[in-house]
């Protein structure tokens, strides 16, 4: 019987983190557009969901915000300026440089929490929604290289840089505000789940 009630409080976690995912995708409360990146506020749901629900939970809100995300490169829920460029290039590299890191970020996330959960380090959430917003940022980033290096458009962006050099300074102020944000909103929404005894992790 217990597990059924976890079972039924997990589901209702999972579809309410959805919502909000999809709420501030498609509202500028997810996005704060500047220049060809926006500052990203989805890992938040991301991260909580990767340390409420364990690795599956994450990969699946990973997958919701990579959906939104794809949708926005054809002008569904706001536009990303980059996101219309590189889907024009070619669209199937750029669902999976748009879809396949978030989902990734948000298992890897489940991950990290999990062992660190495990070892009762108390800062666990927090770590976690630092991994997630990192996770989210470097495999964006590296995709978006490895993917779309060789093409006019990122060539003329790089312009010459070291590419080490080139995605720091491409970043920039949105890697940290989204480090912050999802550091603090994670770890403080975990403690809160710990004391309602809803951290699954299985």
Request: contains cysteine.
């Amino acid at each position: 019987m217990k597990s059924k009630r976890m079972g039924t409080r997990h589901m209702v976690l999972l579809a309410m983190l959805s919502g909000i995912l999809l709420i501030m995708s498609f509202t500028p409360l997810g996005y704060l557009n500047i220049g060809p990146l926006a500052i990203s506020l989805n890992m938040i749901p991301v991260a909580i969901g990767a340390v409420a629900l364990g690795p599956g939970g994450g990969a699946f809100l990973g997958a919701v915000f990579g959906i939104t995300s794809c949708l926005q490169c054809v002008g569904i829920g706001g536009t990303s300026a980059m996101g219309v460029i590189l889907f024009e290039i070619n669209p199937i590299l750029t669902i999976l440089q748009r879809f396949a890191t978030r989902v990734l970020a948000g298992w890897l996330t489940g991950i990290v929490y999990l062992l660190l959960h495990k070892r009762h380090f108390k800062y666990a959430g927090y770590v976690a929604g630092f991994c997630a917003a990192l996770f989210n940022t470097v495999f964006f980033m590296a995709a978006l290289v490895l993917l779309f290096g060789h093409t006019e458009y990122l060539q003329n962006l790089i312009a010459g840089k070291n590419i080490l050099l080139f995605a720091i300074s491409f970043v920039g102020i949105n890697a940290v505000v989204e480090l912050f944000s999802t550091t603090l909103a994670a770890g403080t929404v975990c403690k809160a789940l710990e004391k309602l005894n809803m951290i699954g992790g299985k």
